[in-house]
Each structure stands twice: as C-alpha cells, then as structure tokens.
C-alpha cells in the first residue's frame, strides 16, 4: 500500500486519464447561417469580451481568398498584435470588421476567437459569396 500511494499521487497530479470533452458555457459562441451551426470559444481578450456583451450580433460576410469577413456595425477595442491567422481563427481588423479564417494569413489583428472546425469545414459552411450570419451565445 505504501509504495501504491505515491503512485496514484502522482497520476492525479499529473493529470493522467481520459481527456475531458471541452466544456461550452459562456465562453463559448455559435455561428449560424440558416440551418448551419459552427461552435467557438471567446479569446480572453477586451474586445472579445465586449463583442459577448452585445449577442446576439448579425452580419453579412464577404469572402477573400483566405477569409470571410465583414463589418460589425460598431467598434470594438483593439490590440493588435501580428498573427498568422489559421482556419478557424475570428479576428478583428481595424477595429469593426470581423474575419473568419479558413487559409491562412500573417497581420496585426486582435484576436475574438476560435471556431472548432477544420478549413474544408469553413469553407462549406461559407461557400463562395456573400453570406448572412449570425453570432449568438452557445445554445
């Protein structure tokens, strides 16, 4: 028993076992476009945090040739810092516009977010045009 006690310390400590499904709560966001749902987590940021204030948010998106982006109708605060943006990244550019990743693409942004999807995944959900969406809280 003595020698099996340090043992099982130390798996516990080291946090061995299964790994834990993320949790979605309030730091958690949904994109949706008709009847299609993307999932993301808030950045901890100031602007992140002000954009949760304002849900529900709608907004038409426009597409790039390694993003969908669009103008969020109001500012929110930057920091910008410069980032390779990957698919899945939602980052904020100039203060009101909102860009989701699905290529990749190195500038100063501040960073809102991140949607569990891979590129393929944004890309489908984007299509090629203009596209209506909205930010909402986690159902």
């Known amino acids: 028993m003595k020698r099996?006690?340090?043992?099982?310390?130390?798996?516990?400590?080291?946090g061995c076992g299964a790994p834990k499904a993320p949790e979605r709560g309030l730091d958690s966001f949904a994109v949706v476009c008709g009847d299609q749902v993307l999932h993301g987590t808030f950045s901890d940021t100031e602007?992140?945090?002000e954009l949760q204030?304002?849900?529900?948010?709608?907004l038409t998106l426009e597409p790039n040739t390694f993003e969908h982006w669009g103008a969020l109708g109001f500012s929110l605060p930057e920091d910008d810092e410069k980032i390779k943006?990957?698919?899945g990244d939602v980052?904020?550019?100039?203060?009101?516009?909102l860009c989701i990743f699905y290529g990749t693409n190195t500038y100063r942004y501040t960073r809102i977010g991140k949607i569990d999807a891979t590129?393929?995944?944004l890309k489908a959900f984007f299509?090629?045009?203009?596209?209506?969406i909205?930010?909402?809280e986690e159902p």
Do not use: M, W
Request: with cysteine.
């Open 134 to 136: 909205e930010i909402k």
């Open 85 to 87: 943006a990957e698919a």
């Open 127 to 132: 299509g090629t045009g203009s596209v209506r």
């Open 47 to 49: 602007a992140a945090r």
């Open 119 to 121: 590129a393929d995944e």
């Open 53 to 58: 204030k304002k849900l529900p948010v709608a």
């Open 4 to 14: 099996l006690l340090p043992l099982l310390a130390a798996f516990v400590l080291c």
């Open 91 to 97: 980052l904020l550019y100039a203060g009101s516009n």
